[in-house]
């Protein structure tokens, strides 16, 4: 009874490696993947500071309730913050929540909704790209 | 042997939905679980309406004076479910509001006011942040169950 091929056996053992390191959850980028793309999309470089001000500032353009990022997320996205309805929100910043800027599509549904209840529209590439500039700088 | 009751027992909760047991089918619907969970908890199908579900799932964008659109797809798929588990699914009748209205929150329900208005202390509303989050004072909400805690 010899062994199979053993280079098979490698082979066979890195597939299995593979797939238990890929994502449990869908977990698809990371903070400085999406921070790159929404770089190459607007064709310019994030600013922290204009981040900060973004999301710590007061706004109009939206719905009434939601005048600020910060309603719901509050002045210090490193804790936890509150929905309207009183849930928690666990904090936004990737330094205090791992979870956070690790799933494409979640960090678009989100950008879409929260941006059009604050702004009354979409953020555009570069505002994304400033906003999780200063969040990982947290 | 669950299965067969379930409909007796639906039968016989008409009025509160909840008078005979304190249990409400939670949401049975992993998308929907998902989707309608992140600002409150899922609340149980059967405590509104078909046409109540419809309005809601069909004014996303516009949530309770926030922004909580869906793609298409999901959003189809969700209100199918909600319509499918609502309380006046399957010919049942749905007491808890007259027919010719289409209540947009539970907690407008006359019942739900009559079990809330003594119960609550202003210390536990304050606590809770909202009446619509109900599982802050319902620790057993997200299971269906709303006995006294």
């Known amino acids: 009874m010899t062994s199979p091929i053993p280079s098979l056996k490698a082979a066979m053992a890195a597939a299995a490696l593979t797939v238990l390191a890929a994502p449990v959850l869908a977990q698809d980028t990371s903070p400085d993947q999406l921070l790159s793309a929404y770089e190459a999309e607007a064709g310019a470089s994030a600013d922290l500071a204009r981040g900060q001000a973004l999301f710590t500032g007061q706004h109009t353009g939206g719905k009434p309730d939601t005048p600020s990022c910060t309603t719901c997320h509050t002045m210090d996205p490193r804790a936890k913050g509150q929905a309207r309805t009183g849930k928690v929100i666990e904090p936004l910043a990737p330094g205090a929540n791992p979870e956070r800027f690790t799933e494409t599509a979640k960090v678009e549904k989100w950008f879409g909704r929260n941006c059009n209840s604050v702004l009354g529209r979409d953020c555009t590439a570069l505002e994304k790209a400033d906003l999780i500039a200063w969040l990982s700088s947290l | ?149």
């Open chain 2, 1 to 149: 042997m669950r299965r067969f009751l379930t409909p007796l027992v639906l039968a016989t909760l008409a009025m509160p939905a909840f008078a005979e047991d304190d249990y409400i089918r939670p949401v049975q619907h992993p998308l929907t679980q998902e989707e309608c969970s992140a600002c409150h908890m899922a609340y149980p199908p059967s405590l509104l309406p078909a046409r109540s579900w419809s309005e809601i799932m069909n004014t996303l964008d516009d949530h309770f004076g926030e922004d909580a659109s869906l793609g298409e797809e999901a959003r189809a798929e969700i209100e199918a479910y909600l319509v499918s588990a609502a309380g006046d699914a399957n010919g049942r009748r749905f007491r808890a509001a007259p027919a010719d209205e289409t209540p947009l929150r539970i907690t407008d329900l006359p019942w739900f006011n009559r079990e809330h208005k003594r119960e609550v202390s202003t210390r536990m509303l304050e606590r809770a942040g909202s009446m619509s989050n109900c599982s802050a004072c319902h620790r057993g909400a997200e299971r269906g169950y709303f006995e006294d805690d």
